[in-house]
């Protein structure tokens, strides 16, 4: 089946480790998202790339890295110097043009102890 | 800057009709879409506006108006499953990105 994998579900790191969440497509898109939900809020654009091995920082990237090596996979790290990592992370990939849908893993919800 | 307002919450009665409003800065827009989220989950995509007027896929509709920088998302013959989170999203001339608004958290009651 095709679609967007993102492991674990839930994650407990922690405060001071960096923890990195994986992203997996085989939709054979070229962009990938990244975005933070924190409850209540609607979705905040972290990183995105558009074609291997380029990307861009969103609104929020203080504290994440990204990497795009392959052009099925998008890692993300929440380092140590993201002063408030605890949220659900989305991972989205479209055909990249900016009127293609965007469609969404199933999240991972981090817990910083 | 590119703000999107919608309500934050609504209610409405099981078999009822609802609108859902969202309005945005018209300056190099794009096109709008609307997405739904259950708690705890992936938004899951409902619709696509670029040109003005109604877009209808069964039981949920979608406006739009470029000028007024206004939509909206109309769901009838409410039932208890369509209890979610309403993502209004807005994809600018920016290059891929898409801002999302805050989302309408909808309850529906029996």
């Known amino acids: 089946d095709g679609g967007i994998t993102q492991s674990p579900k839930y994650l407990f790191r922690k405060e001071g480790q960096n923890v990195t969440l994986s992203c997996e497509q085989n939709l054979n898109h070229d962009a990938m998202y990244w975005y933070r939900q924190d409850p209540g809020q609607g979705l905040r654009l972290i990183y995105y790339s558009q074609i291997v091995n380029d990307f861009q920082k969103g609104d929020i990237a203080e504290g994440y890295s990204v990497s795009r090596e392959k052009k099925e996979s998008f890692p993300l790290t929440v380092t140590s110097a993201q002063k408030n990592p605890t949220a659900f992370y989305l991972c989205?990939?479209?055909?990249?043009?900016?009127?293609?849908?965007?469609?969404f893993g199933p999240g991972t919800r981090l817990t910083v102890l | 800057g590119q703000n999107i307002d919608q309500p934050t919450e609504m209610t409405a009665t099981e078999g009822a009709i609802v609108q859902i409003n969202c309005t945005y800065q018209t300056s190099g827009f794009n096109g709008l879409f609307w997405y739904q989220q259950h708690a705890g989950e992936a938004p899951t995509f409902l619709s696509y506006n670029v040109l003005d007027g109604l877009e209808e896929k069964g039981r949920f509709s979608s406006f739009l108006s470029r000028s007024k920088g206004y939509s909206y998302l109309l769901l009838k013959e409410l039932q208890m499953k369509d209890s979610a989170s309403y993502l209004c999203?807005?994809?600018?001339?920016?290059?891929?990105?898409?801002?999302f608004g805050q989302g309408t958290e909808l309850s529906v009651k029996p």
């Open positions: 989205a990939s479209s055909s990249g043009q900016v009127t293609d849908t965007q469609y």
């Open positions: 999203a807005v994809s600018w001339n920016q290059g891929g990105k898409l801002i």
